[in-house]
């Protein structure tokens, strides 16, 4: 089954297909990451703006990446949900036009359920059940997936997302937007130690995690030496603070593998790219099987909602045309 899938949920425009959820024929992304760096995050009306501009062109590039023309396509599958909801809305409504014109079955698909199937673009071997930590700028959950449509969220962050820390961080020491890559770049030239930034618990679930403590910890770190004319170690500052968020989403999976009967565990999201939690996540669970997308496969793309939408129809989900977008949605 060929699978054309969008996904606009945030300020990547991406078309992809996907032949039986694990085969990607095509998947082209379009970031706007340049033109929100200009504002130091992402502008809504701008993201949906850029959306309506691309998709036509994007949707033409995948299929002929793809080496398939529109009779070929058997199902639409879109991100319905959580994100941006003018830029969701794009996406949906493109999606049910396209679904309209081919007379073909629409998909809708949740956007965190998609990071988790990137995973399944990449290693064939994967099922469910399995323990997944999916991080990225918006979200910060850890699930229990004990079907590729059933799951349950053990735990996740009370306040900022991982990637969004990393962001604001990354944005104070001039690392630009979205500054996750250009840390783990940084981190990389420094030592974790060279400042103790704190590790918060929080009271109620031990799978939950908080990262505004430790942001504000980090920002004041910046804003003291600031005030004292003191320089800043600031690749020693980034090591420190990545090395806090890896320890932070480690030992919360950790404990979730431990006190589950999964012997699987997933990463997933933007986050998930980042070079000290691939590493640390695979030290901690060395005994374990970690699977992990491909660096290209963690942000945002269309690939994976495309994966995730075969495992939805064959559960029985479909939309009709009255689909709608919805900016939060519980997964
Ligand atoms: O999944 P994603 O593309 O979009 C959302 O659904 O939010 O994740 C984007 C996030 C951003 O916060 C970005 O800074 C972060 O992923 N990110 C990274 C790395 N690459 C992207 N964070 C840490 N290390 C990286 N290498
Ligand atoms: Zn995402």
């Given at each position: ?40 995050g ?94 990225s700028g918006g979200h910060t ?16 962050t009370?306040d900022d997302a991982a990637g969004e820390a990393l962001d604001k961080v ?8 979205p500054?996750g ?30 990262f505004s403590?430790?942001k ?55 986050v ?60």
């Amino acid at each position: 089954m060929n699978i054309l899938a969008f996904e606009t949920s945030c300020d990547e425009t991406a078309v992809a297909v996907v032949r039986d959820g694990r085969h990607s024929l095509s998947s082209v992304v379009l970031s706007q990451t340049e033109l929100h760096a200009l504002y130091g995050g992402v502008v809504p009306e701008l993201a949906s703006r850029r959306h309506t501009e691309a998709m036509v062109m994007l949707t033409d590039q995948a299929l002929t990446q793809a080496g398939l023309t529109r009779p070929d396509i058997d199902a639409v599958a879109v991100t319905h949900a959580p994100g941006l909801i003018g830029a969701l809305l794009v996406g949906v409504g493109f999606a049910k036009g396209a679904a309209y014109a081919l007379g073909k079955p629409l998909i809708p698909v949740h956007h965190i359920r998609g990071h988790i199937a990137a995973n399944y673009l990449c290693h064939p071997e994967l099922k469910p059940p399995f323990i997944a930590l999916v991080a990225s700028g918006g979200h910060t959950l850890i699930l229990h997936v004990s079907d590729y449509t059933e799951m349950t969220v053990l735990g996740s962050t009370r306040d900022d997302a991982a990637g969004e820390a990393l962001d604001k961080v990354g944005r104070v020491l001039g690392l630009g937007y979205p500054g996750g890559a250009a840390m783990d770049a940084l981190a990389a030239q420094g030592p974790a130690d060279a400042y103790r930034l704190p590790r918060p618990l929080v009271e109620g679930n031990p799978y939950d995690m908080s990262f505004s403590g430790l942001k504000t910890a980090a920002l004041s770190v910046l804003n003291s030496a600031r005030m004292k004319g003191e320089t800043v170690d600031r690749a020693g500052l980034a090591a420190s603070f990545v090395g806090a968020v890896c320890d932070i989403l480690v030992s919360r999976t950790v404990l979730a593998m431990e006190q589950s009967d999964c012997e699987t565990c997933v990463l997933a999201g933007g986050v998930a790219a980042n070079t000290r939690l691939r590493r640390e996540l695979a030290q901690a669970l060395s005994s374990r099987a970690l699977f992990m997308p491909t660096v290209s496969l963690c942000g945002d793309n269309a690939a994976m909602i495309g994966a995730q939408a075969y495992y939805e129809q064959l559960a029985g989900a479909s939309a009709d045309m009255s689909l709608n977008g919805y900016a939060s949605c519980s997964v």
